[in-house]
C-alpha cells in the first residue's frame, strides 16, 4: 500500500494503476458535452484502468491469509489472476470458472473461516475484453475479517458459475445480477428475474441500457424520457 498522493485522473494511487482499458463517455444530463457533469448521466470523463497486482508484502492479516490460502489451494497461480490491495481492502481477481471453488476454500479452510457471504453485485466496464464483473463480499464471522472475489466474463459469453451451493445467501444476489447485469450464474437453482417483470427484454444496469422513461402526458403534451428532453447548444 502507499501513503502518497492520488493520481488525479484515475483516483489511484500513483503508479500503482495498471492497463487503462477504456474511458466512459462523456455526456452529461439533456445531452450536455465537456462540461464535467456529475449527474449520473454520462458524468466525468475518466478511464476505467486495471490496478495491477500488489507486491508482498501486503501489510497486517492480508499476507496470513493470501498465505494460507495459497497453502489450502494447490491451483492458486493458475486460479488468481491478481491480487490487490488498495485503500486498506483485499480484493483476489478470480478466473471465471474457479470462482466456486475458491469460495468453499476461503469459508472451510480453519486459517480463513470466511463464513458469510453478505452480497453479490454486477458491474459494466463497457468495451473491455471481459466487460461483465460479478464481485463478491466475504465476511469472516471468526477472526472479523473481509475479502473481496472478483470474477469477469465476456458479454457474449456471460457464465459464471454459481455459490449458492457454498453460500445460501447468495441465492437473491445472484438472481439480481442476473437480473440487472444478465450474467448468468450456472447452476443457480433457480435463476429468474427478482424485481424486473419476467418478460423484461434485456438488463437495465449494463451501460448500454436505454435510460428510457415513461411517457407522461400532461395537458395534451407527452413528457419523453429525460435523456431525450432537450439538449444544450
Do not use: N
Amino acid at each position: 500500500m502507499t501513503d502518497g498522493p492520488l493520481d488525479r485522473a484515475t483516483g489511484q494511487p500513483e503508479g500503482e494503476v495498471g492497463i487503462v482499458r477504456a474511458h466512459r463517455a462523456d455526456r452529461g444530463m439533456f445531452g450536455v458535452h465537456g462540461s464535467g457533469d456529475v449527474s449520473g448521466y454520462g458524468g466525468l470523463r475518466q478511464p476505467i484502468a486495471t490496478l495491477a497486482s500488489s507486491p508482498k508484502p501486503y501489510g497486517g492479516w492480508f499476507d496470513a491469509a493470501t498465505d494460507a490460502l495459497e497453502r489450502a489451494y494447490p491451483d492458486f497461480g493458475d486460479a488468481i489472476l491478481r491480487v490487490v490491495v488498495d485503500r486498506g481492502e483485499l480484493t483476489l481477481h478470480v478466473r471465471r470458472e474457479r470462482v466456486a471453488e475458491v469460495a468453499r476454500l476461503l469459508r472451510d479452510d480453519p486459517d480463513l473461516r470466511f463464513e458469510f457471504c453478505s452480497s453479490v453485485s454486477g458491474v459494466d466496464y463497457p468495451d473491455t475484453p471481459d466487460r461483465l464483473h460479478a464481485v463478491y463480499h466475504l465476511l469472516s464471522m471468526t477472526y472479523a475479517r473481509r475479502i473481496r472475489l472478483e470474477a469477469a466474463c465476456p458479454v457474449d459469453d456471460p457464465h459464471i458459475p454459481s455459490v449458492v451451493a457454498v453460500y445460501p445467501t447468495a441465492d437473491w444476489h445472484e438472481r439480481e445480477t442476473w437480473d440487472f447485469f444478465g450474467i448468468i450464474f450456472d447452476g443457480h437453482p433457480a435463476l429468474t428475474r427478482i424485481e424486473m417483470p419476467d418478460d423484461w427484454v434485456g438488463h437495465p444496469q449494463r451501460k448500454d441500457y436505454p435510460l428510457g422513461g415513461v411517457p407522461v402526458e400532461y395537458k395534451g403534451a407527452q413528457i419523453p424520457p429525460p435523456d431525450e428532453r432537450r439538449s444544450y447548444a
